[in-house]
């Protein structure tokens, strides 16, 4: 079915359902059908780590099965070679392009992602997603070893999304590629790309409106039902809104394996990307599907084992110096870097650097150093390829965390040998 998809706003009416708490209670059956994701949890960093990049914000083109095919990237601001970055592609609705994906802030997770993310808008032949002998699948394979050769990605922590043709393709890309992505959202979607394969887990995020007239919602619950069983979810009947409510209805399945999760929300409305509750002006839908994504760490634990003889005491002027940074920060988390400069006259081997979260902040993921956190108390080593520093020189190690009432700064100190 190949239906022309209008992205248009719906106006709708009156308050939203909460949404259902979501918990993992039990490993799904079939396991060996989830070996595919065994890795994940374990930061993994793309060659392109370490390396002064080639590619930069813009336009880009590459060959794909012998055809010239194009994508717009989006880098982080102030991008770090050394720290590996979330990967999401957004993928256009029929008729739509790259430029109106990239111009819309990629389904407005842009903003959201607090530079912690880069930025994919492929472009579709003929403007849509027929992903006709697999073409569409392939063009993804092409920008992913394109872009992880030359960026710093961490390649458990690819995504996907899209709205119409682009999430009938966000959808083949579940089932053909579900141990290369993450996660995907599938905005007002379709089985319109085909499925190859369809028999892994991934996270899986759908969403869909009941008067939808394009691609009826009664074609959207088999493809979410697909991944409801192969994440080994409780088969449930989920809530949806009442015709005529306004109101948008979520809910997460239960039973599902350790980060396979399944999340359906229906609205009151038709075929569009940004439903809005009646009386609200704000689109929900970004900040769902940014909070489904960021969910997934590649290092959500980090290990507690106390750390060996933090330093306390202030560094001495001309020695190791730390600056903590605040770089984004969101409701319950937050993106730091902490900047360590040596100031003395001779070159260093190693650093090491501590500080003390003054509110209970836990760390979720880090990059550039070692990390460790007991209770409050944080410690950083350098990593194999940032420990020596020559006179005056700089390293810089990033993390994310979460926070509740406030996100004090903390002060940040530094040893070098």
Known sequence: MRRRAVLATSCVAAATVGLA????????????????????????????CGRAPTMTSGTHT???NGTQRSFILRLPNNYDNSRPYRLIFG????????NNVASGDYYGLG????????????????????????????????????ITGDLCVDTTQLFSLGFSYGGGMSYALACARANVFRAVAIYSGGVISGCSGGTQPIG?????????????ISGARPMRDRFVGNNGCTPASPPEPAPGSGTHTSFAYSGCGAGYPVEWHVFDGGHTATPRDAGSNTAWLPDVTWRFFAQFQSNPNPTTTPPVGPTTTPPTSGGCTATYTVVGQWTGGFQAEVTIRNGSSAATSAWTATFTFGNGQRITQAWGATVTQTGTAVTARNASWNGALAAGGTATFGFLGSWTGSNPVPA???TAT
């Open 111 to 146: 903003a959201l992602s607090g530079n912690s993310a880069i930025f994919v808008a492929p472009q579709g032949l003929d403007n849509g997603w027929a992903n006709t002998g697999g073409r569409d699948v392939t063009f993804t394979d092409d920008m992913v070893a394109r």
């Open 412 to 414: 940040a100190t530094c």
């Open 204 to 216: 899986y995020l759908q969403a869909h409106g009941l008067s939808d007239n394009v691609l009826g």
């Open 62 to 64: 590459i060959q794909s």
């Open 91 to 98: 993928y256009h609705w029929l008729g739509g392009t790259a």
């Open 21 to 48: 708490a979501f918990m993992v209670t039990a490993p799904p059956s079939g396991a060996a059908a989830r070996d595919s994701h065994a890795s994940v949890g374990v930061l993994a960093a793309s060659a392109g």
